[in-house]
């Protein structure tokens, strides 16, 4: 058994670890609880790869991408089990990586990491009762392919841990078809500062009626390049890129993106990872997919940077337009109104 709580560790077999209950499923609305990581109920826009929640070419692609409505069951101190959902990706198993996982920020984190064991998905395997090595599990990354792979590479959070409102949700980000093959010092360095600012904007500037609410998705670009594997089996991304969009009390839509190249880095370089609009940000997916009418967020959130007017919560309900605050100007008037209201 230590042997086993030394590796990987399936998501059937630990009774003291979160449990695999997640839904593979054929499309996101078959859980209805899924939805509710996606604004408005409405899953990103990848033409080619997911449409309306679904995914598109299954046949032809070979059944390649899978989306997974993460759930977990946890014991609390009575002794009795509570099962949740927490969050949604979409998988590429042939790339062995997350397309992307979408989620919601609701509080600021209140403890550390967790020291969790990494789990798989039995799910996506051809025999439920998988062990946890490169033999058996065929479509997904394994922790062995992570292990002392000498090229400073992280088992890197899509859904971030340090984003989960609790302790339990904080184990089950802990999976890893909700990670990725990124650059340590990339993680540790760049990436890590643009999440404590998100995780700060997010904090100061998502209330309702003083209640935190806000959609993220953050996703992974998957190299061209068939020789930069881990392992020789997991695709190292080229990119990461997340984005972000809320509500607040304000009457006002907020939403920010940021694009960021999957490379290492020197502390010297001091490098940071600057925000775009969410319109620069579909480009860039759309040149890096070679696709066209890529959407991350519903129509709610509009990408026209010269947007001023404010609509009501009503008409972004109906898919209406609705502009952004993204420049600092705007955050500092946004946050002095805040203190004026307080």
């Not at 792979?149 to 409102?165: E, I, K």
């Amino acid at each position: 058994m230590m042997g086993v709580l030394n590796h990987l560790s399936t998501l059937l077999l630990l009774s003291l670890l979160p449990h695999a209950l997640s839904h593979v499923v054929n499309k996101f609305s078959d859980v209805p609880q899924c939805k509710d990581f996606f604004l408005g109920g409405t899953t990103p826009n990848l033409p080619g790869i997911l449409v309306g929640g679904e995914v598109q070419n299954q046949d032809q692609n070979e059944g390649r991408y899978k989306p997974i409505c993460q759930k977990f069951q946890y014991k609390k101190k009575n002794n009795k089990f509570y099962k949740t959902y927490m969050f949604a990706t979409l998988y590429d198993t042939f790339n062995k990586i997350p397309v992307f996982s979408a989620y919601t920020f609701t509080s600021p984190p209140t403890a550390t990491r967790p020291n969790q064991t990494w789990m798989i998905e039995p799910q996506l395997e051809d025999e439920m009762n998988v062990e946890v090595n490169n033999t058996n599990v065929k479509h997904q990354a394994a922790d062995t392919d992570y292990l002392n792979n000498n090229l400073g590479l992280d088992r890197g959070h899509l859904f971030p841990c340090s984003f989960a409102p609790d302790d339990a949700a904080k184990m089950y980000t802990f999976t890893l078809t909700n990670i990725v093959p990124q650059h340590h010092t990339f993680n540790n360095g760049s990436w890590n500062d643009m999440e404590l600012n998100i995780r700060k904007t997010l904090e100061g500037n998502c209330k309702i009626n003083n209640k935190i609410k806000a959609y993220l998705v953050t996703g992974a670009v998957p190299s061209n390049n068939n020789n930069n594997q881990l392992n020789n089996r997991v695709n190292i991304p080229s990119h990461l890129w997340t984005a972000f969009c809320c509500y607040n009390n304000l009457g006002q839509w907020i939403a920010e993106a940021y694009w960021a190249e999957n490379v290492a880095e020197e502390k010297s370089e001091k490098k940071t990872v600057t925000p775009i609009t969410l319109n620069e940000l579909e480009l860039k997916l759309e040149s890096a997919y070679e696709l066209s009418d890529v959407k991350v967020f519903p129509k709610g959130c509009l990408t026209n940077e010269d947007e001023k007017n404010r609509e009501s919560v009503e008409q972004a309900d109906k898919g209406e337009g609705i502009g952004e605050l993204r420049n600092k100007k705007q955050r500092e008037e946004h946050e002095d109104g805040e203190k004026n209201r307080g």
